[in-house]
């Protein structure tokens, strides 16, 4: 089956500065890989996804690589918030029938003033 | 909110009780999940429901039994379990279309406490 780690664990930066948080899986058949944020006490949610089909997405301050070759992908935030500190999961998955994703460890960001 | 609702949020279970987590959602998506969420590990699947049929057991001890009358609906029960089953359990629903991954969105969880 599919396997995610995810790096680093935990990620303290100052506010303004880039966070970068990396991933990789096993299965060459994964073709999914969303982000989700979670914060405190409260739901993980979607912040970005790519598809294996395209190797760059960018929404605003945040951007998402894809290196297939590799198996690896990474999420990257720039100019920092202190809204932005939550954890962080990467997922990878297969589109069709199933809809199974697989989720790495998690990234707890912090953003200090 | 999401369009996803579990309850109840908070639960307190004796080793020997029966209880059972509930999950709705109100999104007309055709596929429903229960995720287990311990401190310091990845969300781990557990189930997998697409139109009502489970199609993924993620090799989930029986004592976890999951229910799946309708396509909103997605119960969770729970029976002898064990301490180390205390954790958040979380539904999440997505439409699976074709050959189209769609976002997983996530209830608030329940958290679970085996004592």
């Known amino acids: 089956g599919e396997n995610v780690e995810q790096h680093p664990s935990t990620l303290s930066v100052q506010e303004g500065d880039s966070a970068v948080i990396k991933c990789t899986y096993s299965?060459?058949?994964?073709?999914?890989f969303p982000w989700y944020k979670q914060e405190l006490g409260k739901r993980p949610q979607l912040i970005i996804d790519?598809?294996?089909?395209?190797g760059e997405k960018k929404d605003q301050r945040i951007a998402v690589t894809l290196n297939k070759t590799a198996k690896h992908f990474s999420l990257h935030i720039t100019e920092t918030q202190p809204e932005d500190s939550a954890v962080y999961f990467c997922a990878a998955g297969r589109t069709g029938g199933g809809n199974k994703l697989t989720f790495g460890t998690g990234t707890q960001l912090k953003v200090e003033l | 909110e999401t369009g996803v609702t579990q309850t109840p949020r908070h639960l307190v279970m004796g080793m020997t009780n029966k209880k059972s987590l509930k999950c709705e959602q109100h999104l007309g998506h055709n596929a429903m999940y229960w995720y287990k969420q311990s401190a310091k590990k990845p969300l781990e699947l557990m189930f997998v429901y697409n139109f009502k049929e489970q199609t993924e057991n993620n090799s989930v001890p029986s004592r976890f039994s999951p229910e799946c009358p309708n396509s909103s609906h997605l119960f969770l029960h729970l029976h002898t379990l064990q301490p180390e089953d205390s954790a958040l359990y979380l539904c999440?629903?997505?439409?699976?279309?074709?050959?189209?991954?769609?976002?997983?969105?996530f209830g608030q969880g329940t958290r679970l406490t085996v004592v």
């Open positions: 790519i598809r294996s089909n395209v």
């Open positions: 999440a629903s997505s439409q699976v279309a074709g050959q189209g991954n769609t976002e997983a969105f």
């Open positions: 299965d060459s058949a994964s073709n999914y």
